[in-house]
């Protein structure tokens, strides 16, 4: 069974980073567009980044310039950077690949 497991998430003060993990269990995931996205309290879930095969990626409006998405296929694995975290960022951040989800990993920025 196909799975994608993220890892990374925490607790980060305003200005903190953290680097979130998405591990893919199929290869087949190297042949197509990988996404992260996220999901904060009393929101609807939300594109933050996505990145295809050949690495073009795709930001949304309120992360540009402070996250970074990218893969190691070799690997099976998809990354997202989060420098100069906001209080708005807190979210539960979900790794996706074609129709398969991760089960989310939590994002708390506090002071």
């Known amino acids: 069974q196909v799975q994608l497991v993220e890892s990374g998430g925490g607790l980060v003060q305003p200005g903190g980073s953290l680097r979130l993990s998405c591990a893919a269990s199929g290869r087949i995931f190297n042949m197509y567009t990988m996404g992260w996205y996220r999901r904060a309290p009393g929101k609807q879930r939300e594109m933050v980044a996505t990145i295809t095969s050949r690495g073009i990626t795709n930001y949304a409006d309120s992360v540009k310039g402070r996250f970074t998405i990218s893969r190691d296929n070799a690997e099976n694995t998809v990354f997202l950077q989060m420098n100069s975290l906001k209080f708005e960022d807190t979210a539960v951040y979900y790794c996706?690949?074609?129709?398969?989800w991760g089960q989310g990993t939590q994002v708390t920025v506090s002071s």
């Open positions: 996706n690949g074609l129709t398969v």
